[in-house]
């Protein structure tokens, strides 16, 4: 295969909310630039970017795919990212290395929820937004409406380069406002484009909607203003040239107007592509100097040194781990050994490929501003930069989003508990936003992701990849136990045997901390009443007994502990003497210190159209919520919530249901406040149930 140089490649990321057809799109270009024989379906799984098992049988991205195809003699890398909002890390992570994002968006529903956040990651980014209006072709699809939908959420600089020529089943051309002609596709699969003159009813609103785009064009450049303002409008290459640097300064979002399933509008889009989305070489990266960590920016270059930034990795159980990554500066070779700068070590690498979805096609090189993969590296993996030594610069990782919900998992099969480790281990390199730990309170393996779906996928992945089955439970809430009084305590373990007894003797203060303090120890001890060798063991007494609680077996947190007194004896004593009396004086003091229960809470944000904002307002309230504050952006409302966790477990189920699934919500942890009084009878009963049926188990 060719190999491009930086100025004839065009990197871009299709994202958008799910079902606006982004899969399908890329399917559709493509067929028509000529790199597919057939055009895939979503319907049918033959698609060449969803080719996963779990896609195909959801009917929906769930995970970053990589195709490319020639168009004028450019390459162009699209990258098909996931719409569902348990999924759009990935999308986060294809913007990090596109140098455009393809905004699909719906031709009916217009801006949805995740079209707005991820519209925010692109922005945050710098990336430039060029939005495709898609599934023009169905009931109720309309331009002016999406028009009006898009600006309510993203403003005024939205505006359309097309025009679509008729309307839902009657569409079957656009109307190009720059060239100012028009193009009619054939309405069989090939979609192939005729010229045409623009229809006779188009020519007002077409002229209407050129003069809106040459202002708003001259609006974005100064030196452009100038001259609408003395002649009233703009060159064609004015306009041309003008509308590409607005587009790539982010102060100008084109509309083209199209139909995937249909195939239509695909060759004006791959020529808008190759127009106006910046090549590599155009689009400097974001970096930080080695030596003084100052930012800068990297341009692309075929001279000097290598470096290439990893930005996706596939847990492959046949193939092994594959790595994707888009060269920075130089030239990665196959069959070379490059530097691991951000683990400081050597890295091998094997055959460098390209990516056609699932399929590979070996490349002896790949030079900067390109985007490959190479298979079976040991030590990279997702937002390392892989590259020479001496490489001046580095690359910001890339950040993902903390997980937001967690399930507890349990083998089917007793021997498999190894082989879930290993096998989350292989999925979270592939996916970073998941996470699994052993909760050392509860005793159990906990599963952690972006919400209920994603979970499942996970889980399903485990069976498919891995021959690993495992059982669901919610997990159990992580509560606290808490101090609320002063008091002083007294802890004296004494044990005579037949040789050396045991004695220890202590005298405790314990005092409530602010929330969020944890554990604090204070040795106040003068004048020997307690040996220096022993005050340590009264510590890791208080310590033991505070993980295993006082009111319901939860950790006792957010308080101070003071050993101010003691007594010793010189042949009797001992650490584990101290020890005990350590734990004995935990006992004690806490009979008196009024203990209580705390609980997480979780700081929430709800994304839902308006009409549904009262009634999840609200069920939070009826979960003990507490309204923060409520933002309405176009039909969108947000709402911002501090909620316990206990209420929160099975939101997500009661939200998609609420909303007809056009809701979605983001929750992370807050901080620990106490749980209401008439709570407590029916946490602490519950958890000596659950010891006790642990127990029973081991038994």
Known sequence: MKV???QTIRNVALVGHSGAGKTQLVSALLFDAGAVNRLGRVDDGTTVTDYDEEEIARKHTLACSLACAEWNKHKINFIDTPGMANFLSD??????????????????????VSTEKIWTVAEELDVPRLIVLNRLDRERASLERSIESLRGVFGRTVVPIQLPIGEEKGFRGVVDLVAMKAWTFASDESGKPTEAPIPPELESAAGEAREALIEMVAEADDTLMEKFFDAGTLAQDELVSGLKRGFTAGRVFP???????????????????????????????????????????????????????????????????????RVVTGSLKADSTVHNLTKDVPERLGHLVLLQGKAQTNVPEIKAGDIGAVAKLKESQTSDLIGDKATPFRLAAIKFPEPVISYAIEPKSRGDEEKISTALHRLQEEDPTINYTRDQQTKELLLAGQGQSHIEVTVAKLKRRFGV??????????????????????????????????????????????????????????????????????????????????????PMVDFRATLFDGSFHQVDSNELSF???????????????????????????????????????????????????????????IIRAKVPMAEMLTYEQQLTSATGGRGSYHMEFSHYEEVPAHLHGKIIAQSKAERGQEEAEEV
């Open 91 to 112: 999308a986060r992570a294809a913007l990090r290395v596109a140098d455009a994002a393809l905004v699909v968006v719906d031709g009916v529903a217009g801006a949805e």
């Open 255 to 325: 509309v083209v107007c199209t139909s995937a399933s249909a195939n239509m509008g695909m060759q004006p889009l791959l020529d808008a592509i190759v127009s106006y989305v910046p090549s590599p070489a155009e689009r400097p990266m974001k970096a930080v100097d080695a030596k003084d960590g100052e930012e800068t920016r990297v341009a692309p270059s075929d001279a000097g040194g290598v470096a290439a930034f990893i930005w996706k990795t596939v847990a492959d159980p046949f193939a092994g781990r594959i790595t994707m990554f």
């Open 579 to 637: 020890k005990m009396a350590g734990s004995l004086a935990f006992k004690d003091g806490m009979s008196r210190a009024r203990p209580t229960l705390l609980e997480p809470v979780m700081d929430v944000e709800v994304y839902a159209p308006s009409d549904y904002a009262g009634d999840l307002m609200g069920d939070l309230n009826s979960r003990r919520g507490r309204i923060g504050g409520m933002d309405t952006r176009g039909a969108t409302t």
């Open 469 to 554: 089955e495992v059982t669901l439970k919610l997990p159990r809430i992580p509560y606290r136990e808490t101090i609320t009084a002063s008091t002083e305590a007294h802890g004296r373990h004494k044990k005579q045997t037949g040789g050396h007894g045991q004695f220890g003797d202590c005298k405790v203060k314990f005092e409530p901390l602010a929330r969020g303090s944890d554990f604090e120890f204070v040795d106040d001890i003068f004048g020997g009443s307690i040996p220096r060798q022993f005050i340590p063991a009264v510590e890791k007494g208080l310590q033991d007994a505070r993980m295993r609680g006082f009111l319901a077996g939860y």
């Open 4 to 6: 491009y140089d930086a």
